[in-house]
């Protein structure tokens, strides 16, 4: 897969964090304790949602060094 910003290659990897991990829009904010429909409210996109936090799926991630960038394709609904 290619870079859609430089055309370079991508390394494939898995995006990991210590929180929850997910897209928040510009403007909309959580409480502290959310809720797969709190996101939903909001237009949050939950990239590794698993609420008992008994698993960990890693949402896969691409990564470009020369641009700097990660792209995170966000997981269909399940």
Do not use: Q
Request: with cysteine; net charge neutral; proline share 10%.
């Amino acid at each position: 897969m290619n870079c859609p910003y430089c055309g370079g290659a991508l390394e494939k990897g898995t995006l990991h964090s210590r929180g929850g991990e997910y897209f928040l829009p510009d403007g909309a904010k959580l409480p502290a304790w959310f809720t797969r429909e709190s996101m939903e409210k909001v237009g949050a996109v939950g990239l590794a949602w698993n609420p008992a936090l008994t698993r960990r799926d890693w949402p896969e991630a691409y990564c470009c060094r020369p641009c700097r960038r990660l792209i995170v394709p966000f997981p269909e609904e399940e």
